[in-house]
């Protein structure tokens, strides 16, 4: 016994293809290179602007290195890496699901 609700095939297949979109938007706002790329980057402007500012005692204690100032720059660099890769290479969107056919005969 089938129940009529009023639906066309095509709004049925308009609601798929917008939840597809949708998907693909989450999978690429969600991306870990994103995630991993931002961080780095975030964290290493902090870590950098804490190298600049340090005191000729801070270096001292390093063994004469600005550790701060190396490991922010570093930082930056592995963050602006994750970030290119991202744009140069984004992820494929999904497959298309193609819709059932509704000429098969039910065993």
């Known amino acids: ?3 009529d609700h009023g639906y066309s095939d095509k709004d049925v297949q308009r609601e798929v293809t917008e939840l597809q979109s ?5 999978a690429r706002l969600f991306d870990i290179r994103r ?3 931002g961080l780095f980057v975030l964290y290493g402007v902090i870590v950098t602007i804490a190298g600049l500012t340090d005191d000729e005692a801070a270096i001292a204690k390093a063994e004469g ?3 701060n100032l190396w490991t922010g720059l570093g930082m930056l660099l592995l ?3 994750f970030l290119a890769w991202l744009k140069l290479r984004p992820i494929a969107p999904p497959t298309p699901v193609a819709p059932p056919d509704e ?3 039910d065993h």
Do not use: Q, Y
């Not at 949708?22 to 989450?26: G, N, V």
């Open 1 to 3: 016994m089938s129940e």
């Open 22 to 26: 949708r998907s693909a938007t989450a």
């Open 35 to 37: 995630l991993i790329g």
């Open 65 to 67: 290195v600005n550790i």
């Open 79 to 81: 963050g602006l890496f």
């Open 103 to 105: 000429k098969t005969p």
